[in-house]
């Protein structure tokens, strides 16, 4: 089946015209649809949803014909020349949100739902549609609106001997905001972890065995593996999961000075993937007495190719001709993890480390799907908070505090774009009866 959907104020009209019927509001319809000619072009479900209650909140209709191209090509044509044009990406969306129909978070869980790449992204993201990331924002909105009152009530009327600020209420209720701000930045770290996964640079020395470690991580036979230094010449990709963590591994060619033409592309290339990387494994051959454990004295002229400075996981690889046992060390400096990929010993000691350093938990705690500009409007909101608290204890400053509650709710609305200063004078009028 293909199913054409019509949105807008004609879109009755246009259903009626190609079914020579007219549409009961949320009633299935088996009908023929015609051409201007009065042709039959094909038979289907014809359904009427009108505006307010709709997806997009206007008139719509969906023809669900069959779905060969052709006929669904015809069926567009035949709509379009009656006043409609076909919509632009995300527009069916964009305009359930101006209706008022969805927020922006349930917006954007729209696309990352139709993108998951795993089960439980797809199932975060579905949370996120039903509104579950909205009610937590909406809460944490509501707990900050509250406070607001109390504290602008005490700074507007001080005659009224409104002293909420020396009772401590504004410190205890600060606190169960800053918690409850924490517990949903866990859960959106966590979803924004499942729905973009992390970049995982494999870098090292020719024949150190990064081929052999991206094959034990994937659990296939993607790269080829031999005991030939720079068999590895172009950036190899795999994308796996780890108890549902989304990793996009990319095995790089052996870092060394070459006079291969080819090899030294390769080496290029590497370098460009690992200053995009949120974690690179540099890996070392454990069976070489020289090995290094400190990864500038292994490539020091890595700052020159990185502006920032990228999280480092040192793999000695080979344990099982080194003779060393596998072991995970996270101490002062870099993380080290000992292993053979080729027999597998440590592995599962690598798995735990990434799921580690990426903050991931059971799939089952990240309730709901979130995007970078959600973590950013998260961290910047409590920014804010801590900034009033800090207030609040050194000097006692109201007034401070109450703009830096109105900046932290700021923040949050821009998850959902539903919060205004209209909302926040709604909410003070209707909680205070500040006439008498």
């Not at 924004?192 to 094959?215: F, Y």
């Not at 799939?363 to 970078?372: I, K, L, P, W, Y």
């Not at 961290?379 to 932290?408: F, I, N, W």
Request: net charge negative; glycine share 8%; hydrophobic share 40%.
């Amino acid at each position: 089946m293909g199913i054409i959907r019509i949105s807008g104020p004609l879109a009755a009209t246009i259903g009626a015209e190609l079914t020579n019927l007219e549409l009961r509001p949320r009633h299935a319809h088996f009908s023929s649809f015609y051409n201007s000619a009065g042709l039959t072009l094909d038979s289907g479900i014809a359904l009427l949803f009108p505006a307010p209650n709709s997806f997009t909140g206007e008139d719509v209709v969906e023809l669900q014909a069959h779905g060969g191209p052709v006929i669904l090509d015809l069926l567009m044509q035949e709509v379009c020349r009656r006043k409609a044009r076909p919509a632009r990406p995300g527009e069916f969306s964009q305009r359930a949100y101006l209706n008022n129909k969805i927020d922006l978070a349930q917006a954007e869980a729209i696309a990352d739902l139709i993108n998951s790449t795993t089960e439980q992204a797809a199932l975060n993201a579905s949370r996120s549609l039903q509104g579950e990331f909205s009610r937590r924002i909406e809460e944490l909105v509501t707990m900050v609106t509250r406070l607001r009152v109390y504290v602008e009530a005490a700074i507007d009327f001080p005659e009224e001997e409104i002293d909420f600020i020396q009772e401590g209420q504004v410190k205890e209720q600060l606190a169960d905001i800053a918690d409850q701000l924490a517990s949903v930045m866990r859960q959106a770290r966590q979803g924004s972890l499942m729905r973009e996964g992390m970049k995982l640079v494999i870098a090292g020395k020719p024949n150190a065995g990064k081929s052999s470690l991206l094959n034990a991580l994937s659990g296939t036979d993607t790269a080829i593996v031999t005991a030939i230094a720079g068999t590895t010449r172009d950036v190899l990709r795999e994308h796996i999961q780890i108890d549902g963590m989304p990793l996009h591994i990319v095995d790089t060619a052996g870092l060394r000075d070459s006079g291969n033409e080819v090899e030294q592309e390769g080496i290029r290339r590497a370098w460009k993937e690992m200053a995009s990387a949120d974690r690179i494994l540099l890996v070392v051959d454990d069976s070489d007495p020289s090995a290094q454990n400190n990864p500038d004295s292994i490539w020091p002229e890595r700052n020159r190719h990185f502006s920032r400075d990228i999280p480092v996981t040192i793999v000695h690889n080979k344990c099982d001709l080194s003779g060393h046992s596998p072991r995970l060390s996270t101490g002062d400096g870099n993380a080290l993890v000992t292993l053979s990929a080729k027999t597998g010993a440590g592995m599962d000691l690598l798995r735990q480390h990434l799921k580690d350093c990426m903050g991931f938990r059971d799939a089952s705690e990240g309730s709901f799907s979130a995007r970078r500009r959600h973590l950013q409007a998260l961290e910047s909101a409590a920014h804010y908070l801590q900034a009033g608290q800090k207030q609040l204890a050194d000097a006692g400053a109201a007034e401070l505090l109450a703009d830096d509650l109105r900046l932290c709710q700021s923040s949050l609305g821009e998850i959902t774009g539903t919060v205004s200063s209209d909302e926040l004078l709604g909410q003070i009028f209707s909680s205070f009866c500040i006439g008498k």
